[in-house]
């Protein structure tokens, strides 16, 4: 069985940003949720929708974080297709 990973990235009308890869989805959860507290921003709700695959839905219209599930097959379509920007590298050992 492939090991799992979880691309955490942000999407917008205009692009879609790879923000990083983490080991579970509760780790994807609080590396959000540790950029707001840094930033001091409070959002008015959150909604995470989803079980592999999640939206994180904050309050705004039209952004969200996205949780996706990768593996090394999935890997390149998951992270680069309609992606517009990347920040990270590939798959943790």
Known sequence: MAKKYYALQYQTPEEVKNHGIYRSP???LDAIYDWWRLNEFKPPY??????????VDYGLYDCFYLIKEITK??????????????HGGGIPE
Do not use: I, K, Q, W
Request: proline letters at 0%.
């Open 73 to 86: 097959d999935n890997f390149e379509d998951r992270m680069f297709n309609n992606v517009t920007n990347f």
């Open 46 to 55: 959150t909604r995470v929708l989803g079980d592999n695959d999640m939206v």
């Open 26 to 28: 509760e780790d994807a």
